[in-house]
């Protein structure tokens, strides 16, 4: 029977594991507050005459009119749009 040693240098194991937890916190941080109409169809991959036909007038999707542009709250969007997009299903 044989054995297998296995050694860990610490140091560098921290270094890595502290590298990837910034890099998380760097890209929460860099998440969108609000998204405009071009980033809503980027994020949905629809186009902007798909959103108002099947869900922009939909009274649960947030929206606000700033100035002439539409702005929407990313993380109720994403909320909704995951919500619809399971109602879509039945």
Wanted: charged share 30%.
């Amino acid at each position: 029977m044989s054995m297998v040693n296995v050694e860990v240098n610490e140091a560098e194991l921290r270094k890595i594991y502290l590298k990837k937890v910034d890099e998380h916190l760097q890209s929460m941080d860099n998440e969108l507050l609000l998204w405009g109409a071009k980033e809503l169809c980027r994020q949905t991959s629809m186009s902007w005459n798909t959103i108002l036909k099947e869900f922009f007038y939909d009274p649960r999707f947030e929206k606000y009119k700033v100035g002439t542009k539409w702005k929407f709250p990313a993380k109720e969007a994403k909320a909704f749009i995951l919500t619809w997009l399971r109602e879509q299903s039945r």
